[in-house]
């Protein structure tokens, strides 16, 4: 069992022959050797080797709820940059630059102006409606998608609610948004 004292593995590594063991997920063999495909944890179960990564990377796919960052906004659309999906055990591969927001995907019902539900800066749950010439369309139209951190718009400081609108913590000012059900409790790297 020498060889399964090392936990972490990187692809490459060598865990094991068929002699000993079988080649089970995230390992191949070669030679009768069998070697990490993925980095990650060593795993044994019934004579087979496996390795498991803590955050598997996963592919962004209609349906899928995302994290991004509202970057500029060309009526009657917002461009917003994904950073993550909504579950940390996961991480995502390549994503496109931008993604779009279309003002009839902000919320049930009309929407005149994306700038009145969303300002630049805004950190907001997304879902992937589609994927139309290599772009994400997103949605944000259920209760629990929306911004889930708001700046505001004069002084860029973060934004609360008070008596059911927004209000920034420093200047005062007050404003509106499509707010997702969880604002400012939802846990984000910014």
Excluded: W
Aim: glycine fraction near 8%; charged fraction near 30%.
């Amino acid at each position: 069992m020498d060889k399964l004292e090392k936990k972490f593995t990187v692809p490459g590594d060598f865990l094991g022959t068929e002699e000993e063991f079988l080649s089970d997920n995230g390992t191949f063999s070669d030679n009768e050797r069998i070697y990490s495909a993925l980095t990650g944890e060593v795993g044994e179960d019934s004579h087979k080797l496996s390795v498991r990564q803590s955050r598997p990377l996963c592919k962004l796919d209609v349906g899928t709820v995302v994290i991004g960052t509202v970057e500029n906004i060309v009526e009657p659309i917002a461009l917003i940059s994904i950073k993550s999906g909504e579950s940390e055990s996961h991480r995502f591969g390549e994503n496109p630059d931008y993604s779009v927001l279309h003002a009839s995907m902000i919320r049930n019902g009309y929407v005149k102006n994306v700038r009145d539900e969303y300002k630049i800066g805004d950190i907001v749950r997304a879902k992937i409606a589609a994927m139309q010439n290599g772009e994400f369309r997103l949605t944000t139209d259920a209760p629990e998608l929306g911004a889930i951190k708001a700046f505001c718009a004069s002084c860029r400081h973060p934004m609360k609610i008070e008596s059911g609108m927004l209000k920034c913590e420093v200047c005062g000012a007050k404003d509106n948004r499509k707010l997702a059900s969880d604002y400012r409790k939802a846990s984000i790297d910014r």
